[in-house]
């Protein structure tokens, strides 16, 4: 299995700040990677495929980038509703795996 | 739009078979290049694939579980459905079912609210 990390594992930012989550995967694995936003008690929801591609309708503040084993997911200015767990996931390979998450909280 | 719902018991006694169904609104679960998959969350951890299911009807399951999962489709009640055999209390978790798009993307786009199952006698 491909095996996926992320971090840190937790931050806190004010609002405003721009906030940047790293993700790496155990091989190349291309750009075959999406980002998930998890709002506590929700299902997760799709913001970034292939690495850099905004999903429909999700803000721009939103971005990802990397290829390979090295990835990036970034927000550029922080919002109260921005409050989640982040996950990458690689798709490269089955089983498909998610990194742990990263918790971002208000400051 | 395309929505699913999960449905099953919340409850599972250990060594029992949890059986759970996907219910599919909105769009055929037969058209389209999608795959249907399950994942499910632990409480307080992270996300596992348990498996997905094609329109075609082939499955891929997670090594991990692949002795205990079956997957299958019903498309005349336009709905998939997951059973996991033999569980113990590591099965506890929040069950998800999704849809996997592969068509100028490969991704999980469309997710159900989650349905909670404890494994406990």
């Known amino acids: 299995d491909i095996q996926m990390t992320q971090s840190p594992s937790s931050l806190s930012a004010s609002v405003g700040d721009r906030v940047t989550i790293a993700c790496q995967a155990s091989?190349?694995?291309?750009?075959?990677l999406n980002w998930y936003q998890q709002k506590p008690g929700k299902a997760p929801t799709l913001l970034i495929f292939?690495?850099?591609n905004l999903e429909t309708g999700v803000p721009s503040r939103f971005s990802g980038s990397g290829s390979g084993t090295d990835f990036t997911f970034t927000i550029s200015s922080l919002q109260p509703e921005d409050i989640a767990t982040y996950y990458c996931?690689?798709?490269?390979?089955?089983?498909?795996?998610f990194g742990p998450g990263t918790k971002v909280g208000i400051k | 739009q395309v929505q699913l719902q999960e449905s099953g018991p919340g409850l599972v006694r250990p060594s029992q078979t949890l059986s759970l169904t996907c219910i599919v609104s909105?769009?055929?679960?037969?058209?389209?290049?999608?795959?249907w998959i399950w994942v499910r969350q632990p409480a307080g951890k992270g996300l596992e694939w348990i498996g997905r299911?094609?329109?075609?009807?082939?499955?891929n399951y997670n090594p991990s579980l692949e002795s205990r999962v079956t997957i299958s489709l019903d498309t005349s009640k336009n709905q998939f459905s997951l059973k996991l055999s033999s569980v113990t209390a590591a099965d506890t978790a929040v069950y998800y079912c999704?849809?996997?798009?592969?068509?100028?993307?490969?991704?999980?786009?469309?997710w159900g609210q989650g349905t909670m199952v404890t494994v406990s006698s």
């Open positions: 292939d690495a850099s």
């Open positions: 299911i094609y329109t075609s009807g082939s499955t």
């Open positions: 999704a849809r996997e798009v592969v068509v100028g993307l490969d991704a999980f786009d469309i």
């Open positions: 091989q190349d694995i291309s750009n075959y």
């Open positions: 996931q690689q798709f490269d390979n089955l089983p498909f795996t």
């Open positions: 909105g769009g055929s679960i037969s058209s389209g290049s999608y795959y």
